[in-house]
Nanobody, 115 residues
């Protein structure tokens, strides 16, 4: 079973930026649509951004204009660049397939924005 490994989270001041990475070992990665998800203690895991095998991207309304999802099919890695982080966005971020059939969930990477 494939289990992504997320990294890049940390403490960032309001208005700051972070770049998250998600390394995978899944065969056929380049053919898969991928997504970043965000989970807070109060909410379910929601989609933040998606990217198709061809590089077409989509974003949740809250992420449009501030977040950028990208992929490196040679490294089997997905990235999420987050700009202008605000106090409503501390969460654990995960990546996985953008599909009803998902890999095992990784540990995620935690983003903290102090009040």
């Amino acid at each position: 079973q494939v289990q992504p490994v997320e990294s890049g989270g940390g403490l960032v001041q309001p208005g700051g930026s972070l770049r998250l990475s998600c390394a995978t070992s899944g065969a056929g990665f380049s053919f898969l649509s991928m997504a970043w998800y965000r989970q807070t203690p109060e909410k379910q895991r929601d989609v933040v951004a998606t990217i198709t095998s061809g590089g077409i991207t989509s974003y949740a309304d809250s992420a449009k204009g501030r977040f950028t999802i990208s992929r490196d099919n040679v490294k089997n890695t997905v990235y999420l660049k987050m700009n202008w982080l605000n106090r409503e966005e501390p969460a654990v971020y995960y990546c996985n397939r953008d599909s009803t059939v998902k890999w095992l969930w990784g540990q995620g990477t935690k983003v903290t924005v102090p009040p």
